[in-house]
């Protein structure tokens, strides 16, 4: 069965580094989003991706946050200089057609640890 | 805007006993609802949807839910639960905007914990 998958699975990292997610979507979707879920949290949209731009953002994007589609088969989130508070688990997901179903799929997600 | 609301963190229950999960929604247009699951360690697993039709949706480990219009519901049961049933339980709701991709929010999750 298709499944969405994400590297690495968990990363440590000092405040102010740069870190990368990479996420590789179910093949033939077309949407792509990244959501995150801090620690004891609910689950929180970050931004969605078709047709190689940002559909929509949530007010936690902010300018530290980049996403990108470097080729036919990734998506990466880019945090530029990490926060205590980037701490969190980040989902990546992927869904077909804007008209479909609705159903994301989602990754089993990367542990980003902030120090 | 949309919002799904959650109303037990918590949900302990013995072994074989039967279980509801609540949820409830607001949005001000028509709206897919979902159930997910996630076990330990794991990632964010569908569990059950509605999207139209009938309001009654089953998932295939015995799982079925309700959407209540009226009382903008969509409760998660079970009537008889498992040890391995023990996870967190989001709900979430999506619409569709013209023009806009698709997203998900989600409520704040209960925690179902299966006791022997």
């Known amino acids: 069965e298709p499944e969405v998958t994400q590297t690495p699975s968990h990363q440590v990292t000092q405040m102010g580094q740069e870190v990368i997610l990479r996420c590789v979507p179910i093949?033939?979707?077309?949407?792509f989003y990244w959501y995150r879920q801090i620690l004891g949290q609910k689950v929180e949209f970050l931004v969605s991706?078709?047709?190689?731009?940002?559909?929509?953002k949530s007010e936690i994007f902010d300018d530290q946050f980049s996403v990108e589609r470097p080729d036919g088969s990734n998506f990466t989130l880019k945090i530029r200089s990490t926060k205590l508070e980037d701490s969190a688990m980040y989902f990546c997901?992927?869904?077909?057609?804007?008209?479909?179903?609705?159903?994301?799929?989602f990754g089993e997600g990367s542990r980003l640890t902030v120090l | 805007a949309q919002s799904v609301t959650q109303l037990d963190s918590q949900v302990p229950v013995f072994e074989e006993a039967p279980v509801e999960l609540r949820c409830n929604y607001s949005?001000?247009?028509?709206?897919?609802l979902f159930w997910y699951v996630q076990y330990p360690n794991q990632g964010l697993q569908l569990l059950l949807k509605?999207?139209?039709?009938?309001?009654l949706v089953e998932s295939i480990n015995g799982f079925e839910a309700e959407f209540n219009k009226s009382q903008t519901s969509f409760h998660l049961r079970k009537p008889s639960v498992h040890i391995s049933d023990t996870a967190e339980y989001f709900c979430?709701?999506?619409?569709?905007?013209?023009?806009?991709?698709?997203?998900?929010?989600f409520g704040s999750g209960t925690q179902l914990t299966v006791l022997p």
């Open positions: 997901a992927s869904s077909d057609r804007l008209a479909g179903t609705g159903e994301l799929f």
């Open positions: 093949s033939n979707h077309l949407y």
């Open positions: 991706f078709y047709n190689n731009e940002i559909s929509e």
């Open positions: 949005s001000s247009v028509s709206v897919y």
């Open positions: 509605y999207l139209s039709g009938s309001t």
């Open positions: 979430a709701v999506s619409s569709f905007s013209s023009g806009s991709a698709r997203q998900l929010t």
